[in-house]
């Protein structure tokens, strides 16, 4: 257990058995849990843990890397390190709307439109969207947020040309939801959802504030209009720290 003295520096016990970068991590990890920390909440510098603390960089930067390890931080490149949301409980249902679920769970629903490219379909492509292989299609590469911190990174499909410039439609309006709206798309359903997990390849470990390697929980699904016609065909993967997707009947 630490303690905080007068002059401001929290006394690490030496010889008890117990790592200095451990006491640390514990240390932290207590004011998270007290409310001394808050969600989105930065955190000192490692120079500043490590005068608090009285030990060497080295060793603060063990014990944030422990903290990241629990999903209680997120170390952000060229900007700091961030004590992390409570995960965001998401639905999966006939239904699911991004910034629906986002703002029923009281957080500020975001995205960015990274990139539109214009493309063939492949072999998966072609069938999830149930269109000819090769066939012309829009894909959308996005990353969405809760309260600025990036929750999934994916891949959209659209058949064109029925969805022709929906890149721009995104970003005139900022959701997917909305930019079906001004194709025509009143309102459309999930068909089918598939839920894996693998841990994060490095692009997406980057698009998502992680640490290479961390835990993805991965979704494909497919979502039809109201006569039944497949619009979307989407790849998304959603950080397991910060996201518990939830299935609805």
């Known amino acids: 257990m630490s303690v905080l003295d007068d002059a ?3 006394e690490i016990a030496r010889g008890g058995g117990i790592a200095a970068w451990r006491q640390i991590a514990d240390d932290i990890e207590a004011d998270i849990a007290s409310g001394a920390l808050t969600p989105g909440m930065q955190l000192p510098t490692e120079s500043q843990l490590a ?8 060793t603060v930067r063990r014990a944030l890397a422990e903290l990241a390890t629990r999903g209680l931080v997120r170390a952000t490149q060229g900007r700091g390190t961030f004590v992390e949301a409570r995960p965001l409980a998401y ?3 006939a239904r699911t709307r991004f910034s629906e679920n986002v703002s029923r769970a009281g957080r500020e629903a975001s995205g ?11 072999a998966m492509v ?7 292989l090769g066939a012309p299609v829009i894909r959308l590469d996005t990353v969405r947020l809760a309260d600025g911190s990036p ?4 891949h959209g499909f659209f058949p064109l040309p029925r969805f022709e410039r929906l890149g721009d439609a995104y970003r ?3 959701t997917i939801t909305r930019a079906l709206e001004s194709r025509g798309v009143s309102d459309y359903r999930r068909l089918e959802t598939r839920i894996s997990a693998r841990p994060a390849h490095a692009e997406e470990a980057a698009k998502l504030d992680l640490a290479p390697g961390r835990l993805l929980l991965t979704v494909d699904s497919i979502n039809v209009d109201a006569t039944g016609m ?3 065909f989407t790849r998304a993967a959603f950080s397991a720290d910060r996201t518990e997707l939830v299935v609805e009947s």
């Open 91 to 93: 639905p999966i249902s």
């Open 230 to 232: 497949r619009i979307q």
């Open 126 to 132: 072609a069938a999830a969207l149930a269109i000819p």
């Open 112 to 122: 960015k439109l990274l990139d539109a490219v214009v493309m063939t379909a492949d």
């Open 172 to 174: 005139a309006y900022g």
């Open 151 to 154: 929750i999934s990174y994916g």
């Open 8 to 10: 401001g520096v929290t």
């Open 51 to 58: 005068a608090r603390f009285a030990v060497n960089r080295h």
